[in-house]
């Protein structure tokens, strides 16, 4: 921000002070390694719709992964996921794809023989995993309306199984070695969940084109034709849809820390330009409207922060007192809501210029859109919080 005065930082309450001295320490690590290799390039990658493999090694030595952040609190947890998504947020969702809905359904539900023979190189990077839940035709009500089949076989090779349907939205889709792959047991009616070789014959993979909000991000449409997929490579753990509840509940939970780190880039980029950019022969700060426009970006932000700071404190205190997915899908809903108010208050600020990406902000904006919708929609978690407020469900 060249010539600025020294001005308070987004985090206005200083949440970040409830960090222990490591993890502030450790957060400040992982701020130097976005500034110096995606801050730069963030725009470029969004731009070309390219996914950056490059840094996949360096964002590994970070040791930021799923277990590695068993060391940590809750809150330290999701800051990282915040100030990912405040750099840049196609990157954050490759890492809550990858890290917390891969490598930690291995962890959770993998077998010990599975564990050692995907986790080692999930966890470095070495290959890379996705989470094929979603079908063209089901989205939130994919669990009791998912079509994608698998027909349990035994022959003289053994037990197999053969998986039919289609997946689609699958981030990291058109690259990844594996995929946490959910499908219905044609025989008893449960949802399953396999390793999906995604190189396996029967497996077809295209990339989706033309999106508005997470380009970097590259999702794939899925199609599986009579793919064979060995009993070694169900996971073990799940029985049902309802074992994962758990995993869900999680990913929603950095869900709606990402709209924390949307806000905090929003302030960051409407802050900056509104101080040092000229209007009527003054910066555009010094207008009424336009510092009122940025207190309620940073009254978005900072609520929205409070809210997940709670739900962090209610993570760590252990499985008895962790927080409620009701809890979390109005985390979800409020301050996504938020963000969207606040993303288009800072396009705003940015007039013309916030509607083209050399200026950050066009960016920032679109990317909202893809976190309002996914891990669950904003109507889906209102619906969850209603029921659990009223005791009547409204989700046919």
């Known amino acids: 921000m060249s010539g600025m005065p020294d001005l308070p930082e987004a985090d206005f309450y200083d949440y970040e002070s ?55 609190s809750h809150l330290f947890t999701g ?12 990157l954050a969702t490759f890492f809550l794809v990858h ?19 995907l986790l080692p190189d999930a966890l470095a990077l070495r290959t890379t995993g996705a ?26 090779a053994g037990t197999h199984w053969v998986l039919n349907g289609a997946k ?73 849809f309802s074992d994962t509840n758990k995993l869900l509940r999680s990913s929603r939970i950095s869900v709606a820390w990402q709209a924390v780190g949307q806000q905090l880039a929003a302030f960051d980029v409407a802050r900056a330009y509104a101080v040092e950019r000229l209007q009527f022969g003054k910066p555009l700060a010094s207008f009424q409207l336009i510092q009122a426009q940025l207190v309620k970006i940073l009254g978005n932000a900072t609520a929205s922060m409070a809210m997940m700071v709670r739900i962090a404190a209610l993570q760590d205190r252990g499985r008895d007192g962790d927080a409620t997915m009701a809890q979390v899908a109005l985390a979800k809903a409020h301050t996504t809501a ?9 396009r705003s600020i940015l007039g013309g210029n916030g509607i083209v990406t050399d200026y950050r902000m066009a960016k920032i904006f679109a990317d909202a859109e893809a976190i309002y919708t996914y891990e669950g929609s904003h109507e ?10 009223t005791g009547i469900s409204a989700i046919v």
């Open 380 to 389: 889906i978690n209102t619906l969850i919080t209603g029921r659990a407020i």
């Open 79 to 90: 800051l990282v996921v915040a100030e990912m998504t405040r750099t840049d947020t196609s």
């Open 168 to 240: 689609r939205w699958i981030g990291n889709g058109t690259f990844c070695e594996n995929m946490l792959l959910w499908a219905k047991d044609v025989n008893s009616g449960e949802v399953r969940g396999f390793i999906l070789d995604a190189s396996l014959p029967g497996v077809t993979r295209s990339k989706i084109e033309h999106k508005i909000a997470l380009r970097t991000v590259q999702n794939a449409h899925i199609v599986l034709a009579n793919v064979k997929v060995a009993e070694a490579d169900r996971f073990a753990g799940i029985g049902s």
């Open 131 to 156: 989470f094929a839940l979603t079908e063209p035709e089901h989205g939130s009500d994919v669990a009791g309306g998912m079509l994608t089949t698998a027909l349990k076989v035994q022959d003289d």
């Open 18 to 72: 409830l960090l222990t001295p490591v993890e502030a320490a450790k957060l400040a690590q992982l701020r130097e390694f976005l500034a110096t290799e995606v801050a730069p390039y963030a725009t470029g990658w969004w731009n070309e719709a390219e996914f950056p493999a490059h840094i996949l090694p360096k964002i590994a030595a970070l040791k930021l992964a799923a277990p590695d952040r068993r060391q940590y």
């Open 99 to 117: 890290h917390d809905l891969f490598v930690q359904a291995l962890t959770d539900f993998g077998s010990e023989e599975q564990q050692a023979r």
């Open 338 to 346: 938020a963000m969207r108010e606040s993303v288009s208050l800072g």
